[in-house]
């Protein structure tokens, strides 16, 4: 088994009083031809780690192999096969689509001509604009089209459909599914869960700097032991016995108070919830919110950490 990506105890630590760690002993590898997705909230250490691989910023201590290779000795040759889109990329709004796309392909020894990049993120009647005309799910796919010019085996992409209409997220999916049936490697860092789902072989999840989990989307979700997820919230706080009593129905695994929300976790719905009706109902609790769903990587992150991705 072939790995483009492997790190062992990376940490990054910044000097301060007291020292921030952003990093703190991280370790997980990425088989070739994967999309291996890193996720977490902001401040999670997701792109400090992606700076280290990316060979922006070295590391405070541990080891980190891109390729077979390592930053600090193999600098030319692996920049010469990764691709890179970062969190925020700025592009000169004096060049166009066409003289930005020429200009990252001079880097490379190699690669495929600027035309076949337009086309593949689907901006070849974008051309000869200029870069400032472009909306923003346009720069957006040229800021991975700049990655992708140079044809590399491996390609980092850091959030990148944060801020995208959903029908401009959708493109991008179909881009970088595009990139891993092609039988080269994706790293990606999101903070969408569903985007974790749809286009990652294997995740890990950061929080506060470390990995909490780390494996398949579909076996992260299965680990909880729950397949759906009732959130309700109500007029009052539950009382000790009203929260008993869920946890006494069967196929309930977990009931959490999050914020103002309850979360169950559980198995049937359809068994859970007219329980949970006539208990309030015979208690005048009146319900001012319910919502159902299937369990996703969110509540795995829940499980793991007891609190929401988008806390802080």
Wanted: glycine residues 10%; negative net charge.
């Amino acid at each position: 088994m072939s790995f483009a990506i492997r790190c062992e105890e990376l940490t990054k630590t910044y000097p301060g009083k007291p020292p921030v760690e952003a990093v703190r002993g991280i370790s997980f590898e990425v088989q070739e031809g994967q999309c291996y997705g890193v996720l977490g909230p902001n401040g999670a250490g997701k792109t400090t780690t992606i700076e280290i691989l990316e060979g922006l910023l070295d590391a405070t201590s541990g080891s980190a192999e891109v390729l077979q290779m390592q930053w600090g000795r193999d600098d030319n040759a692996i920049r010469q096969r990764i691709g890179v889109s970062l969190q925020e990329t700025r592009l000169s709004e004096r060049l166009t689509v066409g003289e930005t796309l020429k200009l990252f392909r001079s880097f490379y020894a190699g690669g495929i001509s600027p035309i076949e990049a337009m086309d593949r993120v689907s901006l070849g009647e974008k051309k000869n604009a200029w870069i400032k005309n472009l909306s923003g799910g346009q720069k957006q796919r040229l800021a991975v089209a700049t990655a992708l010019v140079g044809d590399p085996d491996l390609i980092f992409l850091d959030e990148p459909t944060t801020g995208l209409d959903p029908s401009s997220r959708r493109e991008l999916w179909g881009i970088i599914e595009s990139f891993t049936d092609a039988g080269k490697t994706v790293l990606l860092t999101t903070h969408y869960m569903e985007e974790a789902e749809r286009l990652c072989d294997r995740v890990a999840i950061f929080d506060s700097g470390k990995i909490i989990t780390e494996g398949t989307p579909d076996g992260l979700i299965r680990s909880l032991g729950a397949e759906h997820v009732i959130e309700f919230s109500t007029d009052r706080v539950l009382k000790d016995e009203d929260l008993a009593m869920l946890r006494g129905i069967e196929s309930v695994d977990r009931v959490e108070l999050m914020g103002e929300d309850y979360r169950v976790s559980l198995g049937q719905p359809h068994r859970v919830l007219p329980k949970l009706i006539n208990h309030l109902s015979a208690n005048e609790i009146a319900m001012t919110g319910l919502t159902t769903r299937s369990a996703s990587l969110e509540d795995v992150f829940v499980a793991k950490t007891g609190h929401k991705l988008s806390d802080d």
